[in-house]
């Protein structure tokens, strides 16, 4: 099953006197980013999700949001507790401040309680008060049903991708056979032009090595002959399909693959010789260019 690197899964679920709500989404990538937003104070979350994660996914740039509420609080809240010794600490450097400003003469504006309240410490958030123990197994108990989400989203996208390589592997091996007959048909020109090239150099020279000539022929027929870019054509989309067959992660291959795919028309254009063969060519880098686009998206 081909499996793409593109996702989302949404979810919410409760549980330790809290609720919570997921927002899992992934695009490409060559290797695995995972990219978390979480509460802090929940003890061990990120390293245990991480962990989790990095077992569930092989590649992609996936971003995992979670947002936690306690149950009958307004929305972000989680638990407040003023922190007495912190309060008093605020508390006596904004009458030193505002003494000080008198001494000088300078006005201050009156400090409200959401002011003294916003100084860092004053206020503790909800470690104290929750048990992030069981909080945090609960999250995690929640994790295996957003990721089953997440997969059958992957799956499906895996799916459409499947469907396009094998339309384009089908366009290439019909290329390849309309190459196939095209260079037998180019033999009989091929032929005529060869003699024609033989003839004209022993018209220029009564004096011309054997060897040397017989060495340059070979080497003429050996930049002509496409036999080999469609022998290694015809491979590579037997190797395409058993890879669009296995399970697992496939991507990787099926990108080198792809180049393989792509060196071989190169050289295929560059012997053609031919303006039909030259077509034919220029028609298989555009299919293969467009399935490196769609391989990009594959797990």
């Known amino acids: ?49 991480r962990g989790d994660l ?30 007495p010794t912190a309060l008093q600490a605020a508390l006596l450097a904004l009458r030193a401040v505002e003494d000080h400003a008198m001494r000088i003469g300078v006005t201050l504006g009156q400090a409200s309680a959401a002011d003294v309240l916003g100084v860092r410490g004053v206020v503790d958030q909800g470690a104290a008060e929750v048990d992030t123990a069981a909080l945090r197994a609960a999250i995690l108990a929640d994790l295996p049903a957003l990721l089953a989400d997440f997969n059958a989203m992957r799956a499906a996208e895996g799916a459409a991708l499947a469907s396009i390589l094998t339309a384009q592997i ?5 290329l390849v056979a309309q190459a196939k007959v095209a260079a037998l048909a180019r033999q009989g020109e091929a032929a005529l032009a060869l003699r024609d090239a033989v003839a004209r150099i022993l018209a220029q020279s009564d004096a011309v090595d054997p060897a040397r000539l017989s060495q340059e022929l070979a080497l003429l027929v050996v930049k002509t002959d496409i036999t080999e870019e469609i022998d290694r054509l015809t491979a590579h ?16 291959k099926f990108d080198f693959l792809v180049q393989e795919f792509l060196r071989e028309a190169n050289t295929l254009c560059s012997k053609a010789q031919s303006i039909q063969l030259t077509r034919i060519g220029l028609d298989l880098k555009t299919v293969i260019d467009q399935m490196r686009e769609q391989v990009q998206n594959v797990e």
């Open 1 to 49: 099953m081909t499996l793409s690197m593109t996702g989302f899964a949404a979810r919410k679920g409760q549980g330790a006197g809290h609720s919570w709500a997921w927002d899992l989404r992934a695009v490409n990538g060559k290797g695995l980013d995972l990219r978390l937003r979480l509460p802090d104070w929940v003890d061990g979350l990120e390293l245990a999700l």
């Open 54 to 83: 990095a077992k569930a996914l092989g590649r992609g740039s996936v971003s995992l949001a979670l947002k936690i509420t306690r149950d009958g609080a307004e929305e972000g809240a989680v638990g407040l507790r003023l922190n």
């Open 170 to 174: 089908g366009c290439i091996a019909d």
């Open 237 to 252: 989309l037997q190797a395409a399909r058993a890879l669009l067959a296995e399970a697992g992660q496939i991507g990787r």
